[in-house]
């Protein structure tokens, strides 16, 4: 199982803050978990369309796409911040 959190639009858009799911068979890196997720509905689709916009916390450390999961991460998924 991973645990996944989202943030502030990505949450928005998913529709929930966190879930849990077993680690799915092939996912093996943040880039190919996006993937899988954005797969399941449109609304997640949405959220992450844009892969290389997104910033990805595997267990508190930002990490880049192509950073290994395993079962038991805790994945945070934000969106990208604008600042001026």
């Known amino acids: 199982m991973v645990t996944l959190l989202y943030f502030a639009w990505v949450r928005e858009?998913?529709?929930?803050a966190d879930e849990t799911l077993p680690l799915p068979a092939g996912v093996t890196t943040v880039a190919s978990l996006i993937t899988y997720l954005s797969a399941r509905d449109a609304g997640s689709a949405e959220?992450?369309?844009?892969h290389?916009?997104?910033?990805v916390a595997v267990n508190e450390t930002h990490v880049d796409l192509n950073h290994p999961i395993r079962d038991g991460d805790e994945i945070a998924i934000f969106p990208p911040v604008t600042g001026g």
Do not use: P
């Not at 858009?13 to 929930?16: A, D, E, H, S």
């Not at 959220?47 to 844009?50: G, N, S």
């Open 13 to 16: 858009k998913i529709g929930r």
């Open 47 to 50: 959220a992450l369309a844009d």
């Open 52 to 55: 290389d916009r997104l910033r």
